[in-house]
């Protein structure tokens, strides 16, 4: 305001001032009508309620607490009495000797606040409210408080482990968690709800550890059990379940952004191919409880940490995943983006066009964090027993162009970087905690040569042979009498395929051997007389093209009736010559043989031409630079990283985050209720080594958890915490896409439990019963039945919705593998009873509807919910076939009420 | 359970005493739990903000709108823009004619390609046009020849001849739904916006229905206000006309809706446990609307109540354009029965049936027969139902064609200038607003950007675009644009 720009200080004085009042004039005439209006309406409430909001939103991002522009603040009435270094901003009771009015109704876009591009100019109306309020003699609220200042914001404090408070409900209190949480409570006037059901923890914690249903005998088990401790064996059984593994690996793929590969059609743009990999790593980290700052610094930078544990590098799909084959700033711009809001809670994408209007992160910090990906590129990696890197392959990412430059976009365009200037990797000064230093990474041979792990040359070999097999498999199914010469020709290739491989082979391994020796000087001549064998077997493998190919045309001329456009004689003359090139280079010299493939670079096509870029290399030493971010974001002292895990694992267990605005911790986002929760966690997980299952065991094992989620009983608590912000009552969560249709295949016994692999594609899913988190999903391909139950958004999932629409009832009323479902466990409820029950007599209907309610939602129903079912039961046996529509034949009552159950809200729910 | 310490679930929200001041019951509950979730979007501290609450912000000129939209591009000089300039100087290059400028660098500078491949390129040999064209009704508007019966319409209709889009490449589908270019990411399109802001006209159906083959673009609009406000695909065949929209075991109906009572009872006894529990009664309303829907969505499809006379005017007795036809057709049905935004794509294959990079005569021949009865009965037929006053109509596509030839007888990608048009719901018929230079390669005068369409539409529908914004989530000036009010009757 004040001071925009440095010219402006040049304009000071009467002259200045007279000339924006003619303005002002100007740009206000006809408005003082509503200035009236807007004062009659209590200047204070103006203020307060409109104008207060309105600076906010429209200035305060440079004349507030995050930065002061010409020395201005705006953010109270007696800051802007004050003002800044082109003196007060307003004068009470003389709007038109104020400046903040005349700068906000400047005609001159080159005058006006807020600056053109930086925001929307005030309406006129806005402009009289402001000069009407002033004009009342600008009232302030008692006691106004300025914006705090960025570096007391709380997100970017230390964290410090708080004091675990001693409190009057002590009996409650199972572990610190509840003791924070208690204390709110007793300051809020707030009393928890009592624990919920034995049976409804069972299911809770099978539901929230593995994703699946506990099955009916365990259940009858610990309810017959006296141990006092069955809770925490039970927790500790299902964080060693493999399964476990596989339903949080499911979460954090959701905030991780696991994607399979899309494109057009056939044509890969998006992601990577084979990339499940990268959740095959997920799944065993957890499951083996890898900390999680190392699951960070792997998937950052495996690379440059473990270049040569092709295991780790599946955790760099991470960053492979961002692959985008046409547009090199969108890929990193997703990079930047989700590096910030899912490892950091920092909004870091809003500013790539602008410095930050929140926090304090000026645009070239945007850029700054970009140098450290601007580098890496994507390979894929070849796996043992797979020669072939479209049927298999790692996708790991490789620093590809060390030099590559980073310049700031003006205003964020692409088409306008400052090349005045490389911007040089770095973090945002205030969690520049500690230096960075970045330091190149010498890499192994076997990550620059890939070809030199000892399974590519097996894969190579399996796979010739492979082809030769073929070729002569070929040859003898030709029927007696045909012409045999294009088979034999191609069993020739095939063969000196083989051969032209296997020296080949030898001869990389020699130079290897002698390379590993140092000895310097010209290579000896064992080594240089395998290369001239390799280089030999490969003109043969050429000359045997040669002959298939002349074979190929001598074919075709004898199919053929005369050669009217002389094609084919054409072609003979040309195969011919080539043949006779062939034979003519077999001994010509030479020891520079094709090197064999062992991981293939991804290619992009940024250059926006028809061709494809060129290739780009694997270097033999990486910038560093991601090992360098991995291990400053992983630093302990790191006031973000922390809370921004323990805040996803949370919402996860308990229904609702700390922090709901999960990917913002700055100063736009919200505050946490509960910060000792979050810090006392956060400290936990920190000196646990980074373990998620401890986190995990905390968290689960604290009263809290184990509350009941009904509010009924709680009416006075209710009435005072309607939404249970300070946490006195469990929240239900509605199961997830994929959960939903695993404890179907679950209950019903048909879940398929293999683990790991490649996904089932979209055409196979309707028949597969694997987990769904193996199913194919992309941004385009995504299954019909998961879809209709929130399935996660690939390009950005930090918190999956829950919603309840009609769609969801179609879906689990009318879906086959529903329908499937219910029949077999009808099937398999009565089979139960058939073998439980040593005489003949088959189960009764009450019996079977208390089965079915234990194994579909994990309780016995109550004598009212027998009784419905019970009439239910009878009204479907009385109505079948009474209905000309189409019905299976057969008594299906039992399956119609396991289906209705499926369909329960609590089938869906976890309470 | 949507709660979170800003948005709580148990604040009755306006919308809810709105749809039970309405009288809609129940359906209200499922509907009021979804704005609950809507409130959860807002990203940060919404001080003042509140959901919408179904009702129009303005008195409304329209209720509904039919989105017709043509994929691949439709050649604009070849529909509603002619250029006769084009033949006159077809075979020469741009350079040789007295309008080289509009190669000018500076004025091609606006192109921003998702995905820069071989097409979108500039194409310097003028290529002539492939049909004709005359002028049509009061109006005397000119229309191609490939369009006769969409010409017969034309004093009912608002031809848009100076719109222009940023992507020279297919993800302008896209754009031209959200507004944005993909290089910003993806935003919720103009039907799901339509959606959230406005409350529903039939509770017994979804309001926001997409036909047709939605080809290169993503298959979704309510990207950050929710999968809520995704479009609910419906496909014309009465015995499977949704997803999931009837059994796929066998399964009696009367066997169903028993079971669909037990549901409804063993979740009201599960309710009363947990009192009070919202979202329990959202599913207990959701389920009583998937139980109407499955009815009342395949009559949406059954035309077996629709007169010879009325079959024949969509043309579906004519092999070449009875898809589209019976795609129309339903949409008046749709229209009829209370669906707020019907959004129909046409043309599958590739990136869209209309991108005729080659042979574009033939390509554009074949197309327009499939689409051009069914659209000028659709208009003719909601005039005599007196439904065309209420129903926007909108004809578009993603960009136009190349003034200059690709191969010898195509057209390449055109982000700077394409027609669109609209008619009906307060739309003024019978004009041709703002205009290409003679070549039709830049959009010269009243230039659109495709929100200014959107706008458009919003205004019609009594929604400010601004009122609808979410917190946290700041959408910018081009984002809402302009309506274009020389078009409005």
Redesign the interface.
């Known amino acids: 305001m004040a001071g925009l720009s440095p010219t402006r200080s040049l304009h000071s004085g009467l002259a200045w001032l007279a000339c924006v009042a003619v303005r002002l004039a100007v740009s206000m005439g006809g408005l003082s009508a509503v200035a009236v209006s807007a004062v009659a309406a209590e200047p204070l409430a103006v203020y307060t309620?409109t104008l207060k909001?309105l600076l906010a939103e429209r200035c305060y991002s440079c004349h507030g607490g995050l930065k002061q522009e010409a020395g201005l603040r705006l953010d109270t009435v007696s800051l802007m009495r004050q003002g800044g270094d082109s003196g007060a901003a307003i004068a009470a009771g003389q709007a038109d000797a104020s400046l903040l009015l005349s700068r906000v109704a400047d005609a001159d876009p080159s005058q006006r606040m807020p600056p053109e591009g930086e925001g929307?100019p005030l309406t006129p109306e806005q402009v009289a409210q402001v000069a009407a309020w002033i004009a009342a003699g600008a009232p302030a609220p008692a006691n106004e408080q300025p914006e705090s200042s960025p570096a007391d914001h709380w997100a970017f404090q230390p964290r410090v482990r708080p004091a675990v408070p001693a409190v009057a409900n002590a009996a409650w209190v199972k572990n610190p968690i509840d003791a924070f949480l208690s204390q709110a409570h007793q300051q809020q006037g707030l009393s928890p709800q009592p624990e919920a059901s034995r049976a409804m923890l069972i299911r809770r914690l099978h539901l929230d550890l593995i994703g699946l249903p506990p099955e009916p005998g365990l259940i009858a088990d610990i309810e017959a059990t006296a141990a006092s401790d069955w809770y925490e064996h039970l927790v500790e059984r299902l964080l060693a379940d493999p399964r476990h593994g596989e339903r949080w690996g499911r979460h954090w793929m959701d905030v991780w952004r696991y994607s399979d590969w899309w494109g057009?059609g056939e044509e890969h743009?998006n992601s990577q191919k084979h990339i499940w990999h990268w959740r095959d790593w997920i799944v065993e980290s957890l499951n083996a409880d890898l900390p999680y700052d190392e699951m960070l610094r792997q998937m950052l930078a495996a690379d440059e940490l473990y270049p040569d544990d092709p295991a780790k590098l599946r955790a760099t799909g991470y960053l492979a995943r961002n692959f985008f084959v046409?547009?090199r700033?969108?890929w990193l711009d997703e990079t930047v983006e989700h590096v910030g809001k899912g490892l950091l809670g920092l909004t870091m994408n809003c500013s790539k066009c602008h410095d930050h209007k929140y926090d304090p992160i000026p645009q070239a910090d945007y850029y700054r964090l970009r140098a450290f990906f601007e580098p890496y590129h994507v390979r894929l990696d070849m796996v043992p027993g797979e020669a072939d890197l479209s049927r298999d392959g790692i996708p790991r990412v490789f620093d590809g162009v060390c030099d590559a430059p980073t310049y700031l976009f003006v205003r964020g365009e692409?088409?306008r970087p400052d090349r005045s200037r490389s911007i040089p990797p770095g973090v945002p000064e205030f969690v520049a905690f500690r230096p960075i230093s970045i330091e190149p990474v010498p890499l192994p041979k076997i990550a620059s040569e890939p070809e030199r792990q000892p399974w590519a040359a097996e894969a190579h070999m399996a796979s010739a042979r492979r082809a030769v097999a073929a070729a002569e498999q070929a040859v003898g199914e030709i029927a007696a009498g045909k012409d045999t010469t294009v088979a034999e020709a191609k069993l020739a290739v095939a063969r000196a395929s083989c051969t032209s491989l296997e020296r080949r082979i030898e001869a990389a391994r020699a130079r290897w051997e002698w390379e590993e020796l140092k000895t310097g000087g010209d290579q000896p001549p064992l080594v240089r007389g395998l290369a001239r064998s390799a280089v030999r077997a490969e003109r043969e493998l050429a000359v045997a093209s040669a002959r298939q190919k002349l074979a190929e045309v001598e074919v075709r001329k004898k199919a053929t009736d005369g050669d009217p456009k002389g094609a084919i004689a054409a072609d003979l003359t040309s195969a011919r010559g080539e043949l006779e090139s062939a034979l003519a280079a077999v001994d010509v010299p030479g020891e520079s043989f094709t090197p064999l493939v062992g991981a293939a670079w991804v290619q992009t096509?940024f250059n926006?031409t028809?061709g494809k870029d060129p290739i780009v290399a694997f270097p033999a030493v990486s910038t560093g630079r991601r090992r360098a971010l991995a291990e400053w974001i992983t630093d302990p002292r790191h006031p973000l990283t922390s809370r921004v895990a323990v805040n996803h694992i949370w919402l996860r267990h308990m229904?609702?985050?700390l922090v709901?605005?999960m990917f913002?911790f700055g100063r736009?986002?919200?505050a946490p209720?509960n910060p000792q929760v979050l810090d006392w966690l956060a400290s936990e997980l920190v000196d646990s080594g980074w373990s998620m299952k401890h986190l995990h065991r905390l968290i689960v094992t604290s009263a809290a958890y184990r509350m009941a989620?009904?509010?009924?009983g709680g009416d006075a608590t209710a009435s005072r915490d309607?939404?249970?912000?300070f946490l006195w009552r469990r929240?239900?969560?509605?199961l997830e896409s994929q959960a939903v249709r695993d404890c179907m295949l679950a209950i019903a016994g048909t879940l398929d439990s293999t683990m790991g692999g490649p996904p089932v594609p979209t055409a196979e899913q309707a028949a597969s019963r694997r987990r769904s988190l193996y199913f194919f999903h992309s941004?385009?391909d995504r299954n019909?039945?998961l879809?209709?139950f929130?399935e996660a958004?690939v390009?950005e999932c930090y918190r999956r919705?829950?919603?309840?629409?009609?769609?969801?009832?179609?879906?689990l009323?009318?879906?086959?593998l529903v329908?499937?479902s219910a029949a077999a466990i009808a099937d398999r409820l009565g089979d139960a009873s058939a073998a439980a029950a040593s005489t003949a007599t088959t189960l009764d209907d009450s019996g079977f509807t208390a089965r079915a309610f234990v194994a579909i939602l994990g309780r016995r129903p109550?004598a009212?919910?027998t009784a419905?079912?019970l009439e239910?039961l009878a009204?479907?046996r009385g109505?079948?076939s009474?209905?000309g529509?189409?019905?299976?034949a057969g008594d299906?009552s039992r399956m119609?009420?396991v289906?209705?159950?499926l369909?329960?809200?609590?089938f869906?729910?976890i309470? | 359970?949507?709660?979170?310490?800003?948005h709580?679930?148990?604040?009755v929200p306006a919308r809810r005493r709105f749809l039970h001041g309405m009288g809609q019951g129940i359906a209200g509950v499922?509907l009021a739990?979804?704005l609950d979730?809507d409130r959860g979007r807002a990203?940060?501290?919404p001080?003042?903000w509140t959901a919408p609450d179904g009702r129009p912000h303005f008195a409304p000129r329209a209720k509904s709108v039919i989105w017709l939209f043509m994929n691949g591009g439709v050649s604009h000089m070849e529909s509603f823009d002619p250029k006769p300039m084009l033949t006159k100087y077809g075979g020469r290059t741009i350079a040789e004619t007295p309008y080289a400028d509009v190669q000018n660098p500076e004025k091609l500078?606006l192109e921003r390609?998702?995905?820069?491949?071989?097409n979108g390129q500039q194409r310097n040999v003028l290529f002539p046009l492939q049909t004709g064209f005359r002028k049509h009704g009061q109006s005397g508007i000119e229309v191609s020849d490939w369009f006769p019966h969409v010409a017969r319409q034309i004093d009912r209709i608002a031809v848009v001849r100076s719109m222009w889009t940023t992507d020279s490449n297919h993800m302008a589908q896209t754009q031209f739904h959200t507004g944005r270019n993909m290089?910003d990411?993806?935003f919720p399109t103009l039907g799901a916006w339509v959606h959230y802001g406005l409350g529903s006209l039939n509770d017994n159906l979804?309001q926001f229905v997409s036909l047709g083959t939605r080809e290169?673009w993503?298959?979704?609009d309510g990207l950050y206000l929710?999968?809520?406000h995704d479009a609910?695909p419906l496909r014309i065949d009465p015995a499977n006309p949704?997803?999931?929209?009837?059994?796929?075991?066998?399964?009696?109906?009367?066997?169903?809706e028993?079971?669909?009572?037990?549901?409804k009872?063993?979740?009201s006894?599960?309710?009363a446990?947990?009192?009070?529990?919202p979202?329990?009664a959202?599913?207990?309303a959701?389920?009583e609307?998937?139980?109407r829907?499955?009815s009342s969505v395949p009559d949406l499809v059954d035309f077996s109540q629709e007169t010879e006379e009325t079959k024949t005017l969509y043309g579906l007795d004519q092999p070449h354009c009875r898809d589209f036809g019976m795609q129309l057709l339903a949409a008046r049905r749709m229209v009829e029965r209370g669906v707020r935004f019907i959004q129909i794509q046409h043309g599958g294959g590739g990136?869209g049936a209309w991108d005729a990079h080659g042979d574009l005569r033939n390509n554009h021949t074949k197309l327009s027969l499939a689409v051009d009865q069914p659209i000028g009965a659709l208009l003719e037929d909601l005039h005599r139902r007196g439904l065309l006053d209420e129903t926007i109509v909108v004809f578009a596509t993603e960009f136009g064609r190349t003034p200059g030839s690709q191969g010898a007888d195509g057209r390449d990608h055109h982000p700077f200038a394409f027609s669109v048009w609209m008619a009906g719901g307060g739309v003024r018929g019978g004009i041709a607003h703002g205009a290409t230079d003679e070549l039709g390669f830049h959009a010269v005068e009243h230039r659109h950007y495709v929100t200014d369409i959107h706008a458009t539409i919003l205004k019609l529908l009594g929604l400010d675009s601004h009122r609808l914004e979410i917190p946290?989530r700041k959408r910018l000036?081009i984002d809402h644009g302009l309506p274009i009010e020389a078009i409005l009757a």
Request: hydrophobic share 35%.
């Open positions: 309620d909001p929307e057009l743009r046409y547009n700033h969108q692409e088409s096509h926006g028809k229904g609702q985050p709901t605005t913002d736009k986002g919200n209720l989620s009904s509010p009924v309607p939404d249970n912000r929240e239900g969560i509605r941004n385009i019909r039945f879809t209709a929130d958004d390009k919705d829950q919603s309840i629409v009609p769609q969801q009832a179609l879906a009323s009318n879906a086959a329908h499937d109550t009212a919910e419905v079912c239910s009204d479907w109505q079948a009474a209905d529509t189409p019905a299976p299906h119609q009420l289906w209705s159950l369909n329960h809200t609590e869906l729910t309470r | 359970m949507c709660g979170t310490p800003d709580p679930s148990l604040r499922a739990a979804l979730r990203l940060a501290n001080v003042g500078k390609a998702m995905v820069p491949d071989a290089l990411g993806e979804p290169y993503n298959k979704k929710g999968p809520a609910v949704l997803d999931f929209g009837t059994p796929e075991r066998p399964m009696s109906r009367q066997a169903q028993q079971g669909f009572q037990l549901i009872r063993l979740n006894l599960a309710a446990d947990h009192a009070p529990d979202a329990t959202a599913r207990i959701s389920y609307l998937a139980f829907m499955q990136a946290g000036a």
